[in-house]
Structure formats: C-alpha cells, structure tokens
C-alpha cells in the first residue's frame, strides 16, 4: 500500500450481494466486489488505490461486514468516501462506515476472527424470496444431530478434509490447513424453516464452511452419524467428508479485530 505524510490507511465496511459477482477478489475479465470499488474509489480520488480484503469470498457468497483497507489522501474524510462509494456501486454493494485506521493495519492479516452464517431453508416447497439467499432442503432436518456433529469442530485441528487443496509453497512444503475455530452452532429462525449455521474462528481455508456445512445436512438427513464428523476430520482426506453447500447461502457476517496472542493465515 503507499504510504507517506500525504496518505492515511482507511478502513471500510462492506456489505455486498455475492451473486452479482464473481467473487470478492479482483480477478481479470469478470465483476468483483474489489473491481467495482477500486473502479469508484479511483474515479473519486483521481489516482490508483489498492485494496486488501478481510476474507476473500467466493463466487455467490454475501457479506454482511466484510472488511476493507486502502490508503488515501489524508484530506480525505473516510465517512464522506463511505457515503459516496455507496451511491456508485449500489445497489450490489454498501459501504456502512469508513473511518481511519493505524498506519500498521490491514483488512487481512489484523483480524483476530472471521464469523460466518449459513441460510437454509427447511420446508417441503421452496421459497422464492430467499431463493437466492438460502440452499433449499426439503427433507427433515434434525438440528441436535447437526449440533452435536458441530461440536467436534471447535477448537483447533487439520481441516484437510473439509478444504479444498492449497498450492504449495514455492519451496514445495505443504500449505498448513490447521484452523482454530471458536463457536458453531444450529439454529432454527423462522417458524422452523429457516435454518441457520453460526461459525466463529480465526481464519478458514477455501470452502471450508460449505463443505462443514454440507456433511453436517448429511447427518441432519441420516445419511451420516454425528460421531462421524470428529472421524472425517481425523482423516485429513477431503474425499471423507460429504458434499460442498452452494454458494448462495453464505454470509460473511463480521471480521473481528480484537487483540489474540495468536493469529492464524487465511488461505
């Protein structure tokens, strides 16, 4: 990022609609949440900017309090950017706040803890208004089987089961897929259709929370048992788990920047 007596880090919350983009990262030749910014912020500013994103969502994944840092000119006011942002990107994306940051911040390696929540919807018919923000189920589900499937995933372990491979390090060496996650949990949260999966935790690696998320609907459903969660991720094999949620019901719902003795790498 640049830096100098001329420019001051900022920091931004973002909240986006996942399924008009091809994910939040830049990326050449598509739409992303970071395209589209860095295009408005630039235009405002009159000068390139570079932005770092708290967690990189996929394709289709929403985000209720994604995270954004950049530096920009000290006269600037952050809220005033904020506002501005908000009014040429909508209606996919909403800037909720802007304010400035410590110079040694950023968006990404800060955080302390990333929360996510996943949208399901239980019922025998789907439900048109939240088609695009939920994964229809329309089996039973057993919630106290998922929840006790959800235990065995607090604390820290290898998730190599639940992520999608990492390249390797230039050197060779194996990216590390040990996370630490702090809470999950089950919930039911309109009229017993709309089934909700809260998830706290340091980082996570590539599509680690859908694919939790999908072998815990196989043991809602019987298809697994609750035990077998704790023995997928002993196995540290991703073709041990069960399916991968889809995209749409995902929300990044807030990125924590509380102090912690230890911080862990998002991949």
């Known amino acids: 990022m640049t830096t100098g007596s001329d420019f001051r880090r900022a920091r931004f919350v973002v909240s986006y609609r996942g399924s008009a983009f091809r994910g939040a990262a830049e990326s050449p030749g598509v739409r992303t949440v970071v395209g589209d910014l860095r295009k408005a912020l630039e235009q405002v500013l009159g000068s390139p900017v570079e932005l770092t994103l708290a967690g990189r969502t996929d394709a289709g994944v929403h985000a209720v309090g994604q995270v954004i840092s950049c530096d920009v000119p000290s006269t600037c006011d952050p809220a005033d950017l904020a506002h501005r942002l908000s009014r040429m990107c909508s209606?996919?994306?909403a800037v909720r706040s802007g304010e400035w940051a410590d110079e040694d911040f950023n968006a990404r390696f800060s955080a302390s803890s990333r929360s996510y929540r996943y949208h399901l919807w239980n019922d025998s018919v789907g439900n048109p208004l939240?088609?695009?923000?939920t994964w229809h189920i329309p089996q039973i589900l057993d919630l106290d089987r998922m929840n006790q499937a959800a235990?065995?995933?607090?604390g820290q372990h290898?998730?190599?089961s639940f992520c999608r491979a990492p390249d390797p390090l230039p050197d060779g060496t194996?990216?590390?897929l040990v996370r630490t996650v702090l809470e999950a949990?089950?919930?039911i949260a309109d009229f017993g259709k709309l089934v909700t999966f809260d998830i706290t935790g340091m980082a996570f690696c590539h599509q680690m929370v859908r694919s939790l998320v999908g072998t815990m609907v196989d043991i809602g459903l019987g298809r697994l048992e609750p035990?077998?969660?704790a023995e997928i991720l002993d196995a540290k094999d991703r073709q041990h788990a069960g399916r991968v949620?889809?995209?749409?019901?995902?929300?990044l719902m807030r990125v924590g920047y509380e102090p912690t003795s230890e911080k862990e790498s998002e991949q």
């Open 158 to 160: 290898d998730f190599s």
């Open 185 to 187: 949990q089950w919930k």
């Open 130 to 133: 939240l088609g695009d923000l």
């Open 227 to 229: 035990h077998e969660m």
């Open 245 to 251: 949620a889809p995209p749409q019901g995902l929300v």
């Open 174 to 176: 194996p990216m590390s």
């Open 151 to 154: 235990q065995a995933v607090i």
């Open 91 to 93: 209606p996919d994306i």
